[in-house]
């Protein structure tokens, strides 16, 4: 009798040990709170997690789900106080993850997407040289899984969209990939993403959401296919209300795309649910959005309450500048030189929004209001108003060569959204003739959009020396993004010509 109560308890001791041992488990309560993070229900995720730990201490799979957590608060929000709380805990993450069982798929995974998510936040309050080294071992980290573990497709997921980045990597960063050896491919990794969410296999479950976040904006920002990135947008199964992530993602490309009323109606419809994680940077798209209908009042509510809610420093300068337009678009100098004012004092000079802001400001010179208002309604989608505004204009109306190169630029543009290819073509190349050696992006942008309609005719040798013409024009706000814009395009060509 006691020699069998002795082995029970033998057996029970190594269950336990076994039981205890640091492990990566994946299953249902795991899927349930990565589904909360990824939603941004980011405090009832992280209560998820606690709850959890309790039942399960050893298991490293929740460090990677407060990764998520972490990243998303730091990524969308951008406050400084979060950021001297969260930030050093990647660091101490991915040590813990680092004792996990190497024998598991997780184990180079979860490193990867930490060093990842660290790379992006790093990026966003401008430590560049830590963003650079995280990104670098991200790639290195699940180019090796892949070779680990083939079947688990994860690993697809982030290495495509790793691939994609380095495969359209500005010049200005380029030493960047030469010093790392690092090589990408648009087409190669943006299949990677979208062979990950037609996968009908358990694993291919895990991190959807993650997936149907990320490929519209590879398939618009990377291939130059907006056509393709909305009918993805309105077939795959999305719940815009539900996951604030997803919105969040489909505003944006609907606002930068010409369609402002479809992202009003995405923001305005969202679940108002206390768990969702609390983001300024809704009023700033409602802000966008509003103004491009020349709705001054209600862009000079959302705009204001972005700059008063918003702790970062991301788009503030932007902000404050389109403020500034209101007023100014109201015959209000006074309030709008006390924007311009601000714009100088407050935010950053990371993106390219907030450079060209400051631009102009520095400048001291106000555009053309009747060239504003046109840009205001082509970049919301109201081409007929537009067309509209500048109806009876020709360049002789405008006094500098800017606002002539400007007035060509938007008369194309609108053309060019209406699909009256010749008309675009026509007064595209009369921006870049007459702006080729301005400071202003219109020159550089005008050969991007040539070259797109030229790759859209299958005209691919025509299309790359566009392209080309774009990537030759330096000195311009946007240059990164131009030029980003214009590899991707060369790369494409010469894939298919």
């Keep these: 009798m006691n020699k069998r109560f002795g082995l029970i308890a033998l057996f029970l001791f190594f269950a336990h040990c076994l039981f205890s041992q640091i492990h990566f488990t994946w299953n249902d309560n795991v899927q349930k709170t990565y589904e909360q993070i990824a939603s941004l229900r980011i405090s009832e995720g992280r209560a998820s997690i606690v709850v959890l730990k309790k039942s399960d201490p050893n298991n490293l799979i929740y460090a990677l789900l407060e990764s998520y957590a972490d990243f998303d608060q730091l990524f969308l929000n951008e406050d400084p106080d979060d950021f001297k709380r969260l930030y050093p805990q990647f660091d101490q993450r991915i040590d813990f993850l680092k004792k996990g069982p190497k024998g598991s798929p997780f184990y180079l995974y979860s490193l990867a997407i930490s060093h990842l998510h660290r790379a992006v936040i790093s990026i966003r309050f401008e430590k560049n040289f830590q963003a650079a080294m995280d990104f670098r071992k991200a790639y290195v980290l699940l180019k090796e899984n892949r070779t680990l573990f083939p079947d688990f497709t994860p690993n697809e997921l982030y290495f495509g969209l790793i691939n994609t980045v380095i495969g359209t990597i500005p010049k200005g960063y380029m030493w960047l990939v030469n010093l790392f050896g690092m090589t990408g491919s648009i087409s190669e990794g943006n299949a990677m993403v979208l062979k990950y969410i037609n996968e009908k296999t358990t694993v291919s479950t895990y991190f959807k959401s993650d997936a149907l976040f990320m490929y519209p904006y590879?398939?618009?920002?990377?291939?130059?296919?907006?056509?393709?990135?909305?009918?993805?947008?309105?077939q795959a199964p999305y719940d815009f209300r539900k996951n604030h992530l997803h919105a969040y993602m489909a505003a944006n490309l609907y606002l930068t795309h010409q369609s402002s009323g479809r992202a009003l109606e995405v923001v305005n419809q969202l679940d108002q649910s206390p768990e969702y994680l609390t983001i300024p940077f809704w009023h700033y798209e409602k802000g966008y959005a509003y103004l491009n209908q020349l709705n001054y009042e209600r862009a000079e509510q959302e705009f204001t309450l972005f700059t008063k809610k918003f702790k970062g420093k991301f788009y503030v300068k932007d902000a404050y500048e389109k403020l500034s337009w209101v007023a100014y678009l109201q015959g209000d100098m006074k309030t709008a030189i006390f924007y311009r004012n601000e714009l100088v004092r407050k935010g950053s000079l990371v993106t390219e929004a907030d450079k060209l802001a400051s631009e102009n400001a520095t400048l001291g010179i106000w555009p053309n209001a009747l060239l504003l208002k046109a840009r205001l309604l082509s970049d919301g989608g109201y081409q007929r108003e537009a067309i509209r505004v500048l109806s009876g204009k020709t360049s002789n109306d405008f006094d500098s060569q800017a606002d002539r190169t400007e007035f060509a630029y938007r008369l194309a543009?609108?053309?060019?959204?209406?699909?009256?290819?010749?008309?675009?073509?026509?007064?595209?190349?009369?921006?870049?003739?007459?702006?080729?050696?301005?400071?202003?992006?219109?020159?550089?942008?005008?050969?991007?959009?040539?070259?797109?309609?030229?790759?859209?005719?299958?005209?691919?040798?025509?299309?790359?020396?566009?392209?080309?013409?774009?990537?030759?024009?330096?000195?311009?706000a946007f240059k990164n993004a131009l030029d980003q814009k214009a590899l991707s395009g060369i790369q494409r060509c010469k894939k298919r010509g």
């Design 218 to 234: 590879l398939v618009m920002n990377f291939e130059g296919n907006e056509k393709k990135a909305f009918d993805f947008l309105a």
């Design 413 to 476: 543009r609108v053309y060019d959204l209406l699909e009256e290819d010749e008309l675009a073509s026509r007064y595209y190349q009369s921006a870049i003739d007459k702006g080729r050696n301005l400071p202003a992006y219109f020159a550089s942008r005008a050969a991007l959009q040539l070259g797109l309609l030229s790759e859209k005719k299958g005209d691919y040798s025509k299309a790359v020396g566009y392209y080309t013409e774009c990537l030759d024009m330096d000195g311009h």
